[in-house]
C-alpha cells in the first residue's frame, strides 16, 4: 500500500508533465516561477513568456493570462511577464494578468474567477513537468479542464529533485485533504 502511495504522485508527474497537448485553445495560463518553486527567478520568468510567445505565434492559444503576484523589485511577475511578453510583439490586448495573488492556491482560485468571467472552460497551461501534475488537479477542482505545455528543461539544470520532493508532498495533500 506504502508503495503505492508513494508511487502515485510520481506517476501523475510523469504522466501528465510530459504530455503536449497540440489542440488549439481560448487561453494559455503562466503562472510565476514563485508558485511553484518557492522562489522568484527572472530565468524562469522568461522562460515562460518565451514559450507562451510560441504558442500564441503558431495559433494555439488565442490570448494569455499571466498569474502571480509574487513582488520582485517592487512589480509583481505577472506585470513583469507581461511587460517582456509585449516586447516580445504579443499585443496588450490579448493579455489578462492576475498580480493579486501571493500563494499558489490563491492564484488557482483568482485566476479561475478570472476564467469563468471571460466564459473559458479550457485552458493550456505553461509550467515545468513536475508542477504540472497538482496545477492540474487543482483547477480541475475549480471546473477548468486543463491541457498542457510543459516547458523544456534546459540541459545545463540540475534534476529539479528538491522540487519534485515537494510537489509529491503537494499531491498527497490534495487527495488526503478533505475539500475545501
Sequence with gaps: ????????????????????????????????????????????????????????????VKKLCFASGEQIEGKPEAIIMKEFAVE???????????????????TIKMTSQILTGQKISTILLVNHFESIARTRLYYEREGIHVLTAPLPRPEEKDFPLKSIQNEVQEILKFFFRPLE
Excluded: W
Design 1 to 60: 500500500i506504502c508503495i503505492c502511495i508513494f508511487s502515485f504522485p510520481f506517476s501523475m508527474m510523469y504522466c501528465l508533465g510530459q504530455t503536449t497537448n497540440l489542440q488549439q485553445t481560448e487561453m494559455a495560463v503562466i503562472p510565476g516561477s514563485t508558485i511553484s518553486s518557492d522562489k522568484t527567478s527572472l530565468q524562469e520568468i522568461k522562460q515562460r513568456v518565451k514559450m507562451a510567445h510560441q504558442l500564441f505565434t503558431k495559433g494555439r
Design 88 to 106: 516580445l510583439g504579443i499585443p496588450a490586448n490579448v493579455i489578462l494578468v492576475e498580480d493579486q495573488s501571493e500563494d499558489f492556491r490563491k
